[in-house]
Each structure stands twice: as structure tokens, then as C-alpha cells.
């Protein structure tokens, strides 16, 4: 029933979904879209500076967006006149990657950013907004670009022209699918950090959920590098192009771990192979750069490569255990694996092959978000199946300790319960039920277990915040009293006997307790169960008084019930 109610509910989901999206489709409707007018993408008329065989500089067709021809000195120049429809406070915007920028209005020197480096090295990537005060149609303006990475020199990224709030606009618009998805994955490792702090939740020794905590952290981390929006945060673009590049330094590390927890595979010695190797690039990365010696994107190289291995090495692993082995774990990260495998191959090709080194974070973007989702998925199900067997065991387990007819604990768990008291001093109460074989004969087991049921509530009611009481036989308790001393226990004693005098009042059936209690001292001397033994035998000699005192009784012709 519950089956078909989801459905149900799914089902009109999907419906209304149809009625927003496609009815409307069918009127005509008007268009509410805000007027946003976009900055000119400028990409025509641009004139690059270069170097012919002879050696004289001469000017050829240049483009807004690509890798352009350099001069002599590996300087890309480029130069055009400002357009017909330019207006004043427009601005000049351009990304350049790890480049220094130096733009001239009619010979003026009007903008320069990018030089003093870091660590003796280029700065990272960032927006370039160049006001152009004073500019009027058909003056010329001359862009110097130059880097220090051979892999960077004459490309640009695009550049466009417009006023200022157009263009940070436009910058948001671009960055905000990544900034979005970085943001959500970084909330979302907090949360998986947060289930591994859940140590009841988790198997002893299971650090998936620490693992790939730090894994969906990293990727959050270097999405949010790559949307280009932390600059708006963020006055240095050193720290958020080392903080991209270091995540993605550390980003197999994490996932290698978690893969090899998660699939159990009988090649275990080949991931932590990766891992270490992983670790051992980033360590001489850090190095490399920190000393000065090269940047960031001069060791990438290192990187990408582990990172290709270790795909194809994961890949190859879960074919092998989803189709060889029958794993499920396996089975459900195939697609998965499949896509992060591909879109790191086409990213690499992108960068390496086709030497398209603007666009770093297209399909590998999209690639790690979608393997996040799934392995998140698939981690969050087999905490479930943990929650649930581990509920199933919790209730199977108080369900061999309960007893049913008092609601109380049973003789096993007082049992487990005298065990874990070894060694520590306590008072132990045996008490059994006066004429219970009587009340079951003549008055039927209904007013037996009436009985049984309302000695465990006074003897429980009697002895509170001291310790527990425990049905360990027919008409047989045992209370452990370890908070108590022995005013406390002899008051619970008192109390026990006047609610079942008070209790005897009321009952058709006779209705009587006898209560023997001894010390344990876990001195040494004698252990626990002596102490047990000596509290039952108590408990027997205020028993065979109490048959006394009513034989006597009866033998003076009083009356009882």
C-alpha cells in the first residue's frame, strides 16, 4: 500500500512538473525576461604583433579568444581601435592565466597587473577590468600580454567590452552553475564529516565517510576555484589559483582510500601503490614550488598522469570485481567511474593534445560533480543498511533481555549486568513472591501473573535511582544496587514491605514479599556471586519466618483473606 502511495506521489509530481514546463508552451505568453543587456564580445578587428622570417615585426589578423602568433620576445600584442559605439565609462575586460597585462591607450600606459609574481613566479589567473577614461571612438588601444609559461604565451580568453556592472554580471552568469555546485559540495562534506563523528552509526574501524568527506571537500574546494566568482572575496589570486591547484594535487588521494574500503578488492596493495605515489607528487609539487623552482602548472603534468593512472587502474577494478566477483558496490559505480574516467581523458586531451588551456574545468567539471552524486548515494545506502541491521540487532537484543510480562529485564541481562559489575562494590536484593503456586491453583494464572506484574512494579518503585530490578524466575527478582548504602537500601527494603501490605488490601489473593539483601565489597574476599548466594539464603530465612508467623496466626483462628 505504502508502494503504491509513493508512486502516486511521484507520479503527480512529474505531472505538475509537465503542466509548469509544457502547458504553457501551448499559449502565447509574454516575455518577462528581464531587459540585461551583455557586454560586446569584442573579437573583431584585433591586429597581433609578430616576427617575420626576416626578423621584422609586422602586424597579422589576431583573435579575441585563442592562441595568438608572439613577437620575438614571446610577447603577445595586440592591437585594435575602439569601436563606433563605444561610450564613455566603458571597461576593457579580459582573463588572462598566470600573464601580465599592460594596456595603452594612444601610447598612454593606462592599466598593468599581474607583475611581482609569487614566490618569484607569474600570479594565477583572474579578471582583468581595464577603465578606459578618457577613451573616445577610433583611438588606439595596445595590449601587452606576456608570461613565463611557455604553455600560456599569446592566449587569450576572451574579450569584451561594456559597462562595469554588465561585466561583472556577465562574470557571475559564467561562473555561477560552478560556483553553485562548489558551494553545495562543500556543505555537503560537512554533513558526510558530521556522519563520521556518528561513530554509533558506523562500523568500528570505517572511515569511508572521513574519506570521502575529504574528497567531496576537495572537489567543492576547486569548483569554486575554477567559477572565477571567489575574486570577488578574495584580493590575491595566488591563494585561490594555488588553493585549485592544490586540491586537485590531493584529489586521488581521498578517493583511492575510499575505493579501497569500499570495494574490499583482493588488489589492495596496488591502491595504497597510488596512494602513496599520489602523495609522493604532491609532496615534490609543493616543493618545486615553494622553492621557487617552478610553478603550479610547470609540475601539472605529474599530476594529471597519476590522476589518468589511477582512473584507468579504478576502472579496470570495478569491471573486474561488478562482473567477475558479482560485487555490488562495484556494480553501482560503474556508470559512475565511467563518466569521471572519461571526462578526466577528454579534459586531458582538451588541455594536452588540442592545447586549449582556457577552458580547464568544462567536461571534468560536470564529470566529478555527477561521480560525487553516486558515490555519495551509494555510501548513504549502505549507511542505511548499517542503521537498519544495527537497529535489528538493538531489538533482537533487548528483545532476549526484556520480559514480556513485567516489562522489565530478564535473567540474561542480569547476567551480562553481574558480569560488568565484577570488581565493583555493590547491594544485592533477592526477593521472591509468597504463595504464588496457591494464587495460580486456586484463583487461576490470570491472578498469578497480576501478581508477578504488581511485585515488580513495588519492588522497582521501591528501590528507584538505585540500581535495577531483574525477573530472573517465576516468582524470583533481583535488584543490583550500586548508587545505594545501606540506609538507602534498607529504607528501599521497608518501602517494598509496606507496598505490599498495602497491596495484599486490595487482592482477593493473598499477596506477600520476602526480601533478603547482602553487600558485595569487591575487596577480594569473596566474589559477587557469593555475596548473591548470601543474600538468597537471607531471603529464605525471612521467608520461613514469615510462614511461621502465619501458621501461628492461623493457629490463634485468625483470619487471613
Excluded at 382 to 394: A, K, M, P
Aim: glycine share 8%; net charge neutral.
Amino acid at each position: 500500500m505504502r508502494k503504491w502511495i509513493m508512486r502516486g506521489l511521484i507520479g503527480s509530481m512529474l505531472f505538475c512538473l509537465a503542466a509548469i514546463f509544457v502547458l504553457p508552451a501551448w499559449y502565447d505568453m509574454p516575455d518577462m525576461r528581464l531587459p540585461i543587456r551583455e557586454p560586446m564580445y569584442w573579437d573583431s578587428g584585433w591586429q597581433a604583433l609578430t616576427t617575420d622570417a626576416k626578423g621584422e615585426e609586422e602586424y597579422v589578423q589576431g583573435t579575441a579568444e585563442g592562441v595568438n602568433p608572439v613577437d620575438a620576445l614571446g610577447a603577445l600584442v595586440l592591437v585594435n581601435t575602439l569601436p563606433e559605439n563605444f561610450e564613455e565609462g566603458q571597461v576593457l575586460m579580459l582573463r588572462t592565466k598566470r600573464q601580465v597585462v599592460r594596456a595603452y591607450l594612444d601610447g598612454e600606459l593606462i592599466y598593468q597587473k599581474g607583475g611581482g609574481g609569487h614566490m618569484g613566479r607569474s600570479l594565477g589567473s583572474f579578471w582583468n577590468l581595464i577603465e578606459l577614461a578618457g577613451g573616445r571612438k577610433g583611438m588606439e588601444l595596445r595590449l601587452e600580454i606576456t608570461t613565463d609559461t611557455p604553455a600560456f604565451q599569446g592566449m587569450v580568453d576572451g574579450i569584451w567590452l561594456g559597462h562595469p556592472g554588465l561585466c561583472l554580471l556577465l562574470i557571475i552568469r559564467q561562473g555561477a552553475f560552478r560556483f553553485l555546485t562548489g558551494c553545495v559540495l562543500v556543505l555537503m562534506s560537512f554533513i558526510l564529516l558530521l556522519l563520521h563523528r556518528r561513530r554509533d552509526l558506523l562500523r568500528r574501524g570505517d572511515y569511508r565517510f572521513h574519506y570521502l568527506s575529504i574528497f567531496v571537500l576537495l572537489v567543492g574546494l576547486w569548483m569554486l576555484g575554477e567559477s572565477t566568482l571567489l575574486e570577488l572575496f578574495f584580493s590575491n589570486a595566488m591563494i585561490i589559483t594555488s588553493m585549485v591547484y592544490i586540491s586537485l594535487l590531493l584529489l586521488p588521494i581521498p578517493l583511492l582510500a575510499f575505493e579501497d574500503l569500499t570495494l574490499q578488492s583482493q588488489r589492495k596493495n596496488y591502491f595504497l601503490h597510488l596512494i602513496w605515489a599520489n602523495m609522493g607528487v604532491f609532496f615534490l609539487s609543493m616543493v618545486l614550488v615553494l622553492g621557487g623552482w617552478y610553478d603550479f602548472s610547470d609540475v601539472l603534468w605529474l599530476n594529471h598522469g597519476l590522476i589518468l593512472i589511477s582512473g584507468f587502474y579504478l576502472l579496470w577494478v570495478i569491471f573486474r570485481e561488478a562482473f567477475r566477483f558479482r560485487n555490488r558496490e562495484a556494480s553501482q559505480q560503474l556508470v559512475s567511474v565511467v563518466i569521471l574516467v572519461v571526462a578526466a581523458a577528454g579534459e586531458m586531451l582538451h588541455y594536452y593534445i588540442l592545447a586549449q588551456r582556457q577552458q580547464v574545468a568544462g567536461v571534468l567539471g560536470i564529470g566529478i560533480p555527477l561521480f560525487v552524486l553516486v558515490i555519495s548515494r551509494t555510501a548513504f545506502q549502505d549507511l542505511r543498511r548499517v542503521v537498519t541491521l544495527r537497529e535489528e540487532r538493538n531489538y533482537y537484543k533487548d528483545l532476549s533481555m526484556k520480559d514480556w510480562l513485567t516489562g522489565g529485564q530478564n535473567r540474561t541481562a542480569f547476567e551480562q549486568e553481574l558480569q560488568e559489575r565484577q570488581g565493583q562494590p555493590l547491594f544485592i536484593l533477592v526477593i521472591d513472591m509468597n504463595y504464588l503456586k496457591l494464587i495460580n491453583d486456586n484463583y487461576g494464572h490470570g491472578c498469578g501473573d497480576i501478581a508477578i506484574r504488581d511485585a515488580y512494579q513495588t519492588i522497582q518503585s521501591a528501590i528507584g535511582h538505585l540500581g535495577n530490578c531483574y525477573r530472573v524466575g517465576g516468582d524470583e527478582f533481583v535488584c543490583l544496587l550500586p548508587f545505594g548504602d545501606k540506609e538507602n537500601v534498607e529504607a528501599a527494603v521497608e518501602a517494598i514491605y509496606r507496598s505490599a501490605k498495602e497491596a495484599d488490601k486490595k487482592y482477593e489473593f493473598p499477596f506477600s514479599l520476602s526480601v533478603g539483601y547482602a553487600r558485595y565489597s569487591a575487596d577480594g574476599v569473596e566474589d559477587v556471586h557469593s555475596a548473591l548466594r548470601r543474600a538468597d539464603e537471607r531471603m529464605y530465612e525471612h521467608k520461613q519466618a514469615q510462614h511461621k508467623e502465619i501458621e501461628a496466626q492461623r493457629a490463634a483462628g485468625q483470619k487471613q483473606h
